[in-house]
């Protein structure tokens, strides 16, 4: 069984040492003598947080929440995928909503540094979902089908199964969106859809094996429905995430669901 995922994206927060010294000392308190089989927790600290987050509890991996597609040069105020392999980081979130909609990220940007991020070893973690007015339009489909082909065209069978897809409905994140929520099965049809892409796009084994995450207000409350009810791989938490207690609890409860399901 694939590990369930609970990524927590600390996206430009921790603002002093003392703060992230303080998060650490948070998350390692919270971690102490937690065992998961079943569940991997992942932290996003901003860039400059990385190397004091190099050494995180057992079951944790590190990742950044950006990384440039060449290896070194001119590129001005960007980080190379080279710095954050340095740092230990394993994995790397990108086409947040937050970058494609402030910065003006597209499609090519992205897939350019999923290219980057996949040559270098780094697992991406890609972003994709609809804003509320393309939803609203009944365009969801459309939106996903135009990001995932940006995402996976021409990409190998085994560079595929390492990417992590994380389906953020941009009206569903608690600081940016529309103060909604999807239901359990807004996020299962959409999931059904994107494994049937998978499916058609490469074969059923892949689709099987490419993980998709859910994101956009995750709290431990709304976890199962927005999660394992909807058939999901895992999850991308923002706001919560800063509460390193609310996620180590959120990795213990799939981790008892998923053991719970496993006695069946
Ligand atoms: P949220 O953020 O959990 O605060 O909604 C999710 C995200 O932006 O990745």
Same mark, same amino acid.
């Given at each position: 069984m694939k590990d369930f995922l609970v990524v927590g !994206? =600390?996206?430009? !927060?921790? %603002? +002093?040492e003392n703060e992230c010294e303080h998060y650490l000392a948070e998350l390692r308190k919270a971690a102490y003598g937690k065992h998961f089989t079943h569940v991997k927790g992942i932290v996003a600290p901003p860039f400059v947080h990385l190397y004091r987050f190099?050494? =995180?509890?057992?079951?944790f991996a590190l990742a950044a929440q950006d990384v440039h597609?060449?290896? +070194? @040069?001119? $590129?001005? @105020?960007s980080i190379s995928p080279l710095m954050l392999k340095s740092f230990s980081t394993e994995y790397v979130i990108l086409g947040h909503s937050e970058r494609r909609s402030? %910065? @003006? &990220?597209t499609d090519e940007i992205i897939r350019a540094k999923v290219d980057g991020a996949l040559k270098h070893n780094l697992i991406p973690i890609v972003c994709i979902g609809e804003t509320r007015e393309e939803r609203d339009q009944e365009m969801t489909t459309a939106v996903v089908s135009r990001q995932l082909e940006s995402i996976?065209? @021409? =990409?190998s069978t085994l560079q595929s199964e390492k990417v992590i897809v994380a389906y953020e409905?941009?009206? $569903?994140?608690?600081? +940016?969106?529309?103060g909604q929520l999807p239901t359990t099965t807004d996020i299962f049809q959409v999931k059904v859809f994107m494994r049937k892409w998978f499916t058609e796009h490469f074969d059923a084994k892949l689709a099987e094996k490419i993980r998709v995450l859910y994101g956009g207000s995750v709290n431990s409350i709304l976890l199962p429905s927005f999660s394992w009810e909807a058939e999901m791989d895992g999850v991308l938490v923002g706001? &919560?995430? %800063?509460f390193p207690r609310e996620l180590v609890k959120m990795m213990e409860m799939s981790e008892q669901h998923f053991k719970n399901t496993d006695a069946v």
């Open positions: !994206n =600390l996206k430009m !927060n921790l %603002l +002093s190099a050494h =995180l509890p057992t079951h597609w060449e290896k +070194s @040069g001119a $590129a001005t @105020g402030a %910065l @003006g &990220e996976f065209n @021409g =990409l409905p941009r009206w $569903a994140i608690s600081t +940016s969106g529309t706001k &919560e995430s %800063l």
